[in-house]
């Protein structure tokens, strides 16, 4: 059995999220996703709307999800890796290559690192957008 593992926001989930998960899910036969907590978000990026008990929730939810963590850290390591007995690590291809370095260091080095296409049109801060947009209409 392969188990498959990502690491995300997850904030304001949407279907974006679902293709990202059930294109993850096709890589392996068990997938695991770790929610990062709204202090780790924070440091990188800007606050979550929603908190990560209900990112989690909405994570729960989807049909192509084995196992939700919550706590991710943001660097997926070794020692997280064997803790979670998890075979494969995958991300969306729209990561920058810093990042992705910073990230996914220990998964790139053992060669258990993919990414999958991330679906354009669709992500958080342009639903944010969306909904600043009707505010001011």
């Known amino acids: 059995m392969t188990v498959v593992y990502v690491d995300m926001v997850a904030d304001l989930f949407h279907y974006g999220h679902v293709n990202f998960l059930r294109a993850a899910r096709e890589q392996g036969d068990y997938l ?3 929610i990062h907590s709204d202090e780790v978000v924070q440091g990188y990026k800007r606050s979550p709307i929603l908190s990560m008990e209900e ?8 049909r192509y999800v084995d196992e939700v963590i919550g706590n ?3 660097s997926v390591t ?3 890796l064997r803790q979670h007995k998890i075979d494969l690590v995958v991300h969306g291809d729209d990561f920058n290559e810093e990042l992705k370095e910073l990230c996914y260091k220990a998964p790139i080095e053992m060669g258990i690192f993919r990414t999958v296409s991330y679906t354009p049109g669709i992500s958080t801060s342009e639903i944010i957008a969306r909904c600043k947009a009707v505010e001011t209409d």
């Open 32 to 34: 695991k996703v770790g």
């Open 55 to 62: 990112r989690m929730g909405a994570v729960e939810g989807c």
């Open 72 to 74: 991710a850290p943001l």
């Open 78 to 80: 070794l020692e997280w």
